[in-house]
């Protein structure tokens, strides 16, 4: 089945404890994204990736940081978190920017 | 900078009516506008999209029309039901730091709801 998948789906942290949010997608898709949602504000880029070992800033970068080593996964790495990153967050997957996007389920991340 | 709109933020329609959500964009260099729609704690999927050489796309009662001239699409539903009731995105991919388009900006969002 193809399918784009995430991990942890819920996670309760503290302030300044590192965590990883990992993606794995099995569509062979060379396009990945992370985005957060929050009420009334939509979801918001973090960070995307062409290809592997490319990646660039979205619109919400700052405090986040990304990996593609390989076309499947593309983990999303808070090194230091913080209440305001408390979020619901998706990761995404298609065959370039400009086609569908396939979501995951969602993390949703709670930071105290 | 780039600026995504999407109007309005919540839309209230009797069932069987139709309804009409608008996006405007900043970037000209924009091709691929689609809309996506989420239901109630689920993730976001696409209903469909629609490429900058073509100005309109039907889908059964889901339409998106695109003026690129003044750089907006729309989402027309037509003869609402019930499960149309979800919050709509637009999402039109634009440049980015690469050569080719890639970076996506989600509008804020229209919450639909359906009265019986």
């Known amino acids: 089945e193809a399918q784009v998948t995430q991990n942890p789906r819920y996670l309760i942290t503290v302030t300044g404890k590192k965590l990883t949010v990992t993606c794995s997608q099995n569509m062979n898709h060379e396009y990945m994204s992370w985005y957060r949602q929050d009420p009334g504000l939509g979801l918001r880029q973090i960070y995307y990736?062409?290809?592997?070992?490319?990646?660039d800033k979205g619109d919400v970068p700052e405090g986040y940081k990304v990996s593609r080593k390989e076309k499947r996964n593309f983990p999303l790495i808070l090194e230091s978190p913080s209440p305001n990153q408390t979020s619901l967050y998706f990761c995404a997957s298609g065959l370039g920017g400009e086609y569908e996007q396939y979501f995951g389920p969602g993390t949703r991340l709670t930071v105290t | 900078g780039e600026n995504v709109e999407q109007h309005p933020s919540t839309l209230s329609v009797q069932e069987g009516d139709s309804a009409v959500i608008k996006c405007t964009y900043s970037?000209?260099?924009?091709?691929?506008f689609p809309w996506y729609k989420q239901e109630l704690g689920k993730r976001p999927q696409l209903i469909i999209d629609i490429r900058s050489n073509v100005g309109e796309k039907k889908d059964q009662r889901i339409a998106v029309t695109l003026n690129k001239t003044a750089k907006h699409f729309s989402l027309h539903i037509t003869e609402t039901q019930p499960e149309d009731s979800a919050v709509y995105f637009c999402?039109?991919?634009?440049?980015?730091?690469?050569?080719?388009?890639?970076?996506?900006?989600f509008g804020s969002g229209t919450r639909l709801s359906i009265r019986p």
């Open positions: 999402a039109p991919t634009l440049q980015g730091r690469y050569s080719s388009a890639s970076k996506i900006i």
């Open positions: 970037d000209s260099a924009s091709n691929y």
């Open positions: 990736s062409m290809n592997v070992e490319v990646t």
